[in-house]
Nanobody, 129 residues
Framework: QVQLVESGGGLVQAGDSLRLSCAAS????????MGWFRQAPGKEREFVAAITWSGKSTYYADSLKGRFTISRDDAKNTVYLQMDSLKPEDTAVYYC??????????????????????WGQGTQVAVSS
């Protein structure tokens, strides 16, 4: 089992950057695929980005490619989401999630919510215009 705590959210202006962090408990962090999701007010939680346990494969929502970057530091049990050129529509609560790989997800991370068993409490990101 793994526990996740997000940090780094805040209020920024359009065009600014933020880096979110997700710290995981436990000594098996390096075994987990990690993902970021977000949920805007009145909307469904949506996939943002994911990275495999090995760090060799990443995947992004099409609309976010080129602006967001996911990375991991297994020595620190932490996964990051670098967000650049932020837009007001990026305003949401951002959630970190973890999943043990299975089958194809050893090589390519899952992008669906139900694939992730463990979730953090979320961190709020607000982007003003």
């Amino acid at each position: 089992q793994v526990q996740l705590v997000e940090s780094g959210g805040g209020l920024v202006q359009a065009g600014d950057s933020l880096r979110l962090s997700c710290a995981a408990s436990g000594r098996t962090f390096s075994s987990y695929n990690m993902g970021w999701f977000r949920q805007a007010p009145g909307k469904e939680r949506e996939f943002v980005a994911a990275i495999t346990w090995s760090g060799k494969s990443t995947y992004y929502a099409d609309s976010l490619k080129g602006r967001f970057t996911i990375s991991r530091d297994d020595a620190k049990n932490t996964v990051y989401l670098q967000m650049d050129s932020l837009k007001p529509e990026d305003t949401a609560v951002y959630y970190c999630a973890a999943a043990l790989p299975n089958g194809d997800t050893y090589y390519s991370p899952a992008t669906t919510r139900r694939a992730y068993a463990y979730w953090g409490q979320g961190t709020q990101v607000a982007v003003s215009s």
